[in-house]
Every structure is written in C-alpha cells, then in structure tokens.
C-alpha cells in the first residue's frame, strides 16, 4: 500500500481544512487508517483513527472538532478539521496498518494563524 497525504495549508484560527489519504493497493479495505501530526519539536502523536469496519478514535484534543472518515472504493480516508487553532499547527502523516504491515504517507503540512 502506498500512500499520498494532500491538503495542508496556511489558514487563520477558527477555519477549516479537509485532509485527503490517498491509497494504491487492493487491500485498502482491509487496513486500519491513522491521521498522526508532529509540531516542531514535539513528538509525533495520534490525531485520529479509523479501523476496516468503521470505528473511530480520537485524542482528547481534536475530539468534537475533528472527523476521520474512509471511502474504500475510492480508497480514501479523510480528517475534516474545524475550528482550528494554532496548536494545531503540524506536519500530518496518514498511516495504514494491517496486521504487521504498516504503511506511511508523506506529510501534509498545516500551518494555523492566530
């Protein structure tokens, strides 16, 4: 599975950006997907997650705000981010596992202006 992040950007506090996880491979369906972000110097964390049947999680941080979703015929996976702010600001990875085998996407950075 090879992965390619888009939709990062530059916006101001309070608006909106929609993240696209675009994924090659016949086994999408089968892997669970992760939106991760690293804000610099800090360690990468778990933005949000979405399993092959559909369950969601999310940290503390985004929950409410944020919402990971899946298209497995277009072999996709989404985070819809609202009311951003600037400790938000991030290089995102999408991430996709299955079993043993776990995949990275470049990052997509987002930049949140106050």
């Known amino acids: 599975v090879q992965l390619q992040a888009s939709g990062g950007g530059t916006v101001q506090t309070g608006a909106s950006l929609r993240l696209s996880c675009a994924a090659s491979?016949?086994?999408?369906?089968?892997?669970?997907v992760g939106w991760f972000r690293q804000a610099p110097g800090k360690q990468r964390e778990l933005v949000a997650t979405i399993d092959n049947d559909g369950r969601t999680n999310y940290a503390d941080s985004v929950k409410g705000r944020f919402t990971i979703s899946r298209d497995n015929a277009q072999k996709t996976a989404n985070l819809q981010m609202n009311s951003l702010g600037p400790e938000d600001t991030a290089l995102y990875h999408c991430n996709a596992r299955f079993r043993s085998a776990q995949y990275w996407g470049q990052g997509t950075l987002v930049t949140v202006s106050s």
């Open positions: 491979g016949r086994t999408f369906s089968r892997h669970s």
